[in-house]
């Protein structure tokens, strides 16, 4: 059987080429380290981690990362296998001894009798005319500059970005709509829009000029020397940038209140009639997904650490109890605009000999590259040997990813996501806990329907 190519040996890679292996197949993994470095990388191993040595919760029942670990764990996983052989303690958490889990994986990859490992950096997309007529790219979110032209001039200049500003996407379920209201900007229907296709926050003088000092008295994460090299676009500012400019800046910029009536403060006048107002300042949530389970706040990519993220941003009317699926960030990554470019199948439409896996695809995290890897691995076998693998199901973990990255997601927002209960369609019942074990039990089910 002719082999699959692989380009990149990182987390993705590593896995896509050992369920290839797996399933019978000859696979040529093309790895640049040592030849050539990355402003992260560290050592020639394959899959290094390049920061934090933590998979995240092990919790396959209330967490969605850990039901990520269970699902690949049941696909064989041989990147959950050396993560469970090289584990060190970490209370509820998978983590590991970086240097032998990376060991593990690069020993097991190496003595397979059906791959081969090139170093070598690929500069340029494989043609399909090549012998390479089946390749995973899986170069992750600091991809050779030479390769990351070629993708860019494959896909087109605004289809793949080298940093993400990432806004923070809260679940919808937990915003207070008893202050919030939907409206659009001057009620616009545009393209598939109803008039209210927006969440709106409204805030009065103090409550604006209250979040905007916290905004900026909030402590910051840093650029990393070699991110600060990397342009990024000034429409991508962060807000607490925007604020710092002058306390009426962000009133004009992401949170202009024009064209915009909160009908909760609107006073009634004689007739019955409400007389609309302008806030001070509205801040607006999007719809991120096509399920409606989740929002962004627009505008608002932000470098505030964590904690005080979340404390800030839960100084809004109508997120007071706001839980977020993701918290905002700004870092150097390069990745695809995923959800218009690739079937669902992983494949570049244009180019469908073509396939990504990891990072690059728009997924966030660790574990989450490495169930792409897995799922490109499985795809591109079934596609060698002729035979259909299916998708797993849209209720499981690895279903909603991928949906989410090849589709779902709204391509003109799409920033990097990471797996969490709000790609999930929902559940009709529970609170709380109760309400993440459903998730989990169906997933789990419907997750073995797909195995077997
Ligand atoms: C600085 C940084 C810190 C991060 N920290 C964390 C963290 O703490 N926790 C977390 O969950 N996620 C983190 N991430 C995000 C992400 O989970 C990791 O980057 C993860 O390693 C991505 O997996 P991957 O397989 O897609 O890419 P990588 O693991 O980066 O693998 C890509 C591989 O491709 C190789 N390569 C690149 N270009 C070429 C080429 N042209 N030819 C051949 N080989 C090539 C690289 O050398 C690399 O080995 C971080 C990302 C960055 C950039």
């Given at each position: 059987m002719k082999p699959i190519h692989i380009i990149g040996g990182g987390l993705a890679g590593s896995e896509a080429a050992w369920q290839i292996a797996q399933a019978g197949i000859p696979v040529i993994l093309h790895e640049m380290r040592p030849i050539r470095g990355t402003e992260a990388h560290q050592t020639d191993?394959?899959?290094?981690?390049?920061?934090?040595n933590s998979f995240r919760s092990d919790d396959s029942d209330y967490n969605a990362v850990g039901l990520l670990h269970d699902e690949m764990r049941r696909c064989g996983s041989i990147i959950m296998a050396a993560a469970d052989k090289n584990q060190v303690p970490a209370g509820g958490a998978l983590a590991v001894d970086r240097h032998g889990f990376s060991a593990a994986v690069t020993a097991q990859l190496e003595s397979h009798p059906l791959v081969t490992l090139a170093r070598e950096e690929i500069t340029a997309l494989p043609d399909a005319s090549d012998d390479m007529d089946n390749v995973i790219i899986?170069?992750?979110?600091?991809?050779?500059g030479a390769l990351a032209e070629s993708i860019r001039a494959a896909t087109g200049i605004e289809s793949l970005a080298f940093f993400d500003a990432i806004a923070p996407i809260v679940?919808?379920?937990?915003?207070d709509m008893s202050k919030a209201w939907m409206q659009s900007r001057y009620d616009k229907t545009g393209?598939?829009?109803?008039?209210?296709?927006y969440i709106n926050c409204a805030m009065d003088k103090d409550q604006y000029e209250n979040f905007v000092r916290e905004l900026i008295a909030a402590p910051k994460t840093d650029f990393k020397e070699w991110e600060k090299n990397t342009p990024y676009f000034d429409?991508?500012?962060?807000i607490e940038i925007m604020a710092e400019r002058g306390i009426d800046t962000l009133r004009h910029g992401p949170m202009k209140p024009v064209g915009l009536t909160n009908p909760h403060t609107a006073p009634v006048d004689e007739n019955g009639n409400k007389k609309f107002q302008r806030s001070h300042a509205v801040v607006q949530l999007r719809q991120d997904n096509a399920l409606g389970t989740l929002y962004n706040l627009v505008g608002f990519q932000t470098k505030m650490k964590y904690a005080d993220q979340t404390r800030v941003l839960r100084m809004i009317p109508g997120l007071e109890n706001a839980e977020f699926a993701r918290l905002g960030g700004l870092h150097r990554n390069t990745f695809l605009n995923s959800p218009k470019?690739?079937?669902?199948?992983?494949?570049?439409?244009?180019?469908?000999?073509l396939r990504f896996a990891g990072q690059v695809t728009g997924v966030e995290g660790y574990v989450e590259s490495t169930a792409m890897g897995l799922l490109a691995g499985q795809f591109a076998a079934a596609e060698r040997k002729g035979t259909l693998r299916g998708h797993p199901a849209r209720t499981t973990a690895m279903g909603a990813l991928l949906a989410h990255v090849t589709g779902e997601a709204n391509a003109e927002t799409f920033q990097p996501m990471n797996v969490n209960f709000g790609l999930f369609p929902l559940v009709d019942s529970g609170k709380g806990r109760d309400r993440k074990l459903l998730y989990t039990e169906r997933a789990k089910k419907d997750f073995n329907a797909w195995l077997s």
């Open positions: 191993s394959l899959a290094e981690l390049v920061c934090s899986a170069t992750g979110p600091l991809t050779s679940y919808r379920e937990s915003i393209p598939g829009g109803t008039g209210s296709d429409g991508c500012l962060p470019l690739l079937d669902s199948e992983l494949r570049l439409k244009s180019q469908p000999h």
